[in-house]
């Protein structure tokens, strides 16, 4: 299994550089389970499109703003992406400059402070901030979004509240749970109006999202790490859930690596700690019966992983689909409700 055994061609005017008005104004596209036609629908039928009983988990993690800038000693310009908050204002971070910093350099911050590069492992630096408050409550104020590359434009104002789930709760992600960001409160009281549950489960999206696969083999290659909670709580719910005939719906990928993480001789358990689970097909997906999420880029994990749950044919043949139709792509575009191949 290759790399562009994945490919699909999109016209770069479908990538979405910016959120609609509305959250809940995305549109859905329903791919049934078998060969079922696909159907055009909207997020605001997703009531409709789903059963009382049913329960919809969540990520509820929260995007740090992790990107910042500032000067080497030489006065080199450096650009940061924080990875991972760590204790002691430490931080995992990548750096961008024309030549690698060196462990025991300072970086003076543009926000003010400086930074301390301690040591290097992969494509991340260990660094230490020297800034005048803790680093998590720091960065609200010095730190900006870390939109995806693809968006080719500045973070504005309205990015701060878009790029945010209506339900983030837990700091920590570099990169939304974007399935997420089409959920608004109005969605949320008609869903539970119709008696749909909601359940949260906690994946800090890490940077690695963002990375291409540098390998042609997919079973060469190795997934970033990124930690994760399912509790007790939510098992529970899953539990009751499957007991009275409900179906299990994941609100994203990262729902589906979370939960997937924690399946252990296939019953899911409480899980808190890193995960590298990479999914693509042949892999059986046992934790859910449906998710919705947003169009992923070609040849991306993420593709991989959906092609798992519906079939590599199916999916490709939706991606053209919604090219064809010009639905929109990516962080800030539209979504697809998809139901598991081994649905009945």
């Known amino acids: 299994m290759k790399k562009s055994d994945f490919h699909f061609d999109l016209p770069p005017e479908l990538i979405a550089q910016a959120p609609l008005p509305e959250r809940s104004a995305s549109r859905l596209l329903v791919v049934?389970?078998?060969?079922?036609?696909?159907?055009?629908?909207?997020?605001?039928?997703?009531?409709?499109?789903?059963?009382?009983?049913?329960?919809?988990?969540?990520?509820?993690?929260?995007?740090?703003?992790?990107?910042l800038f500032g000067n080497k000693a030489t006065g080199g310009r450096v650009e940061i992406l924080i990875e991972r908050l760590l204790?002691?204002?430490?931080?995992?971070?990548?750096?961008?400059?024309?030549?690698?910093?060196?462990?025991?350099s300072r970086i003076t911050l543009d926000a003010g402070g400086e930074v301390e590069v301690m040591g290097r492992d992969d494509a991340f630096h260990q660094l230490r901030f020297h800034v005048d408050a803790p680093l998590e409550k720091w960065l609200v104020?010095?730190?900006?979004?870390?939109?995806?590359?693809?968006?080719?434009?500045?973070?504005?104002?309205?990015?701060?509240?878009?790029?945010?789930?209506?339900?983030?709760?837990?700091?920590?992600?570099?990169?939304?749970?974007?399935?997420?960001?089409?959920?608004?409160?109005?969605?949320?009281?008609e869903l539970r109006a119709g008696g749909i549950e909601f359940g949260h489960v906690t994946l800090h999206v890490g940077a690695g999202t963002f990375q291409p696969m540098r390998v042609e083999s997919v079973y060469e290659h190795v997934m970033h790490s990124e930690w994760l909670n399912v509790g007790a709580e939510l098992v529970q719910q899953v539990r009751r859930t499957r007991e009275r005939g409900g179906r299990v719906i994941a609100v994203g990928t990262t729902v589906v690596r979370a939960l997937e993480s924690a399946m252990r001789e296939g019953a899911l358990q409480p899980f808190a700690g890193e995960t590298q689970i990479f999914i693509f097909p042949g892999y059986r997906i046992?934790?859910?019966?449906?998710?919705?999420?947003n169009f992923h880029l070609p040849e991306s994990t993420l593709l991989m992983l959906v092609s798992a749950f519906v079939g590599r044919e199916r999916i490709l043949a939706a991606y053209q689909y919604a090219v064809a139709q010009r639905y929109r792509f990516f962080s800030y575009g539209d979504a697809m409700l998809l139901f598991s191949k081994d649905a009945g």
Do not use: C, W
């Open 286 to 293: 046992q934790s859910v019966d449906a998710m919705v999420t």
């Open 32 to 67: 049934p389970p078998g060969n079922a036609p696909f159907e055009d629908r909207g997020i605001r039928d997703l009531p409709s499109l789903l059963r009382e009983g049913d329960l919809l988990i969540f990520n509820d993690t929260r995007v740090i703003p992790a990107r």
């Open 141 to 189: 104020d010095a730190g900006r979004l870390p939109l995806p590359p693809y968006i080719e434009r500045a973070p504005d104002a309205a990015d701060s509240e878009r790029y945010q789930t209506v339900f983030a709760r837990h700091t920590g992600a570099v990169a939304a749970p974007t399935a997420g960001l089409h959920f608004d409160e109005a969605l949320l009281d």
């Open 87 to 104: 204790p002691d204002n430490e931080a995992r971070a990548q750096i961008g400059a024309s030549k690698t910093p060196k462990p025991g």
